[in-house]
């Protein structure tokens, strides 16, 4: 079986707990360190399943040709209710009034993972205003 770990958020970087009404924005710094695959998934709090708001998966993964990354190679991932102007590709939808949580899934992670020379971002409430 491929090697897989996991990193679960259920709260923000004031340690609220995730709602589905807000926006928010997880950064991930470049090389995300995956030697085959990474995705980002949302599950309900209350059901443990996946959250199923409208979008086929409510996932991103980095076999997707459409992600727009940062000009340093970084990606930014946003969630809420609603896909922020420009940033569609890179959107999970939530379902206002839910609580959620999102695992990063690295499959075959990289010694940067594990030497925690590369860690993710923590989640972070974000205003859908032009930057």
Do not use: C
Not at 5 to 17: F, G, I, L, W
Not at 104 to 109: D, E, I, N, S, V
Request: proline share 8%; glycine share 8%.
């Amino acid at each position: 079986m491929e090697e897989e770990e996991k990193y679960k958020v259920s709260s923000d970087a004031r340690s609220k707990p995730l709602t589905g009404g807000k926006n928010y924005r997880l950064h991930l710094p470049p090389n995300i360190p995956a030697r085959n695959f990474w995705s980002v998934i949302v599950y309900d709090n209350r059901t443990h399943l996946m959250i199923h708001a409208g979008q086929p998966w409510p996932s991103i993964h980095g076999h997707s040709g459409k992600l727009t990354y940062n000009q340093d190679g970084s990606l930014d991932i946003y969630f809420g209710p609603k896909a922020p102007d420009g940033r569609e590709n890179n959107w999970i939808q939530t379902i206002p009034g839910k609580e959620w949580n999102m695992i990063l899934r690295l499959y075959g992670p990289l010694e940067s993972w594990y030497d925690k020379t590369w860690r993710p971002g923590q989640i972070e409430e974000w205003e859908a205003i032009t930057e």
